[in-house]
């Protein structure tokens, strides 16, 4: 009996976790299965991508929230609604000429906050709350973790978030600790004990709260999950090691982060990879890449895109449209998108529909639509 029920049990976390993407058929939307199987037919006139396990849908002019068996965990009753996350949230109903928004748990329970003159969105465990031209944030356990002190918190990236107070950056994390004093006239985004950041005319680079300008230097970007990132100096691009050195002299006119061990990198119009000595991997002969994913390959175009794997070799021909440039592009990034494969997959355009591919250049399920979003939770 024990068993049995650990199965059954095991059978409703695997369907919990399964992820599922968001698909546009003959101008309805539904859901599909990593697969390549319709897991929810396209029969909603508006959805939105699975969030903490729901997925928003309209019925009737109103919004509820969708299981993962296309079934109603969360009635329609709501006039707007935001994604879950963090098991909450935010919903409005209205009553007459009033709006009521409230947060609401996954059972559609109204749940009271800390006093805030706006409710935001909950992301990865916290969520701002504010005070007149002040703000600061709570836990998932709606507890204040920071009270309204800071004019601007950014949305934590992993344990860290820049706060800006008196005009000036500096860093916290996820406990309300500070990590690099707000001293800075601007700051990136802190990882691995690293951010860059301008005082004054000077920019370089903090770690351990010491800050170290780097002589020359135009523009630094975000380390990212990476020992190197690019920076500028003499309006040419380079990359430095977290120490501030320059590791590869800048020479190039753009350039993206390292991932497996390559950067793409742009001479006059053409792209290539280079490693992190900085050679020539990939010849500079496309007209864009982008960098590569855990999959191990990377985006590049010629007329259109297709992919090329660590060794140079392209394994997908160019043939197909991706979310890179344009307002396509701006949308993906707004949403925290990858652009290139993620788990194996890769959202792609082709003749007007779109689809995704596996690493191999097969087409999931052999099936395109008329617009599909990224496979989610």
């Known amino acids: 009996m024990k068993k049995l029920y650990f199965l059954l049990v095991l059978a409703i976390s695997i369907a919990n976790a399964q992820e599922l993407a968001l698909v ?56 707007d609604a935001n994604d879950f996350n963090s098991g909450y949230a935010i919903v ?10 409230t947060y609401i748990n996954k059972k559609g329970e109204e749940v009271k906050s800390p006093d805030s003159d706006k409710l935001f969105d909950f992301n990865d465990g916290i969520a701002m709350i504010k005070k007149g031209d002040r703000v600061g944030f709570i836990n998932a356990q709606l507890k204040v973790v920071v009270e309204p002190k800071y004019q601007i918190i950014k949305e934590f990236q992993g344990n860290y978030a820049r706060v800006k107070n008196n005009e000036h950056w500096g860093i916290v994390e996820k406990s309300g600790k500070v ?26 680079l903090v770690t351990n709260g010491k800050f170290t300008a780097i002589d020359g230097a135009q523009k630094i970007w975000d ?15 380079g990359f430095i090691d977290r120490s501030g050195k320059w590791v590869i002299e800048p020479k190039f006119d753009k350039a993206k982060g390292f991932s497996k061990g390559l950067a793409p990198v742009n001479v006059g119009k053409q792209w290539g ?11 500079a002969k496309y007209n864009d890449a982008d960098v590569f994913s855990a999959d191990g390959l990377a985006p590049v175009k010629e007329k259109e895109w297709g992919f090329v794997n660590t060794s140079g070799k392209l ?7 991706i979310p890179i440039g344009g ?26 529909t779109w689809g995704f591919l596996k690493t191999d250049g097969s087409v999931l399920g052999n099936q395109w639509f008329e617009n599909v979003e990224h496979f989610s939770n």
């Open 24 to 79: 546009r058929k003959d101008g309805k939307f539904g859901y599909l299965s990593k697969t390549g199987t319709i897991a929810i037919e396209p029969k909603f006139k508006k959805a939105k991508s699975f969030s903490d396990g729901l997925a928003i849908a309209e019925e009737g002019g109103k919004w509820g929230y969708l299981d993962k068996k296309g079934q109603w965990a969360i009635k329609p009753i709501y006039d």
């Open 92 to 101: 409005t109903l209205k009553q007459g000429k009033e709006k009521k928004i």
């Open 327 to 352: 307002l396509t592009a701006l949308i993906s990034a707004a949403k925290g998108e990858e652009t290139g494969f993620v788990n194996g997959l890769v959202k792609v355009k082709k003749d007007k």
């Open 273 to 283: 990879f280079i490693d992190a000595k900085g050679k020539f991997v990939v010849d």
């Open 179 to 204: 990590v690099v004093e707000t001293s800075y006239d601007d700051i990136g985004d802190f990882s691995k004990g690293t951010a860059w950041a301008k005082r004054g005319s000077a920019l370089g």
């Open 315 to 321: 394994v997908i021909p160019t043939e197909y449209g």
């Open 223 to 237: 380390f990212g999950d990476s020992d190197l990132t690019y920076a500028k100096k003499n309006d040419k691009i």
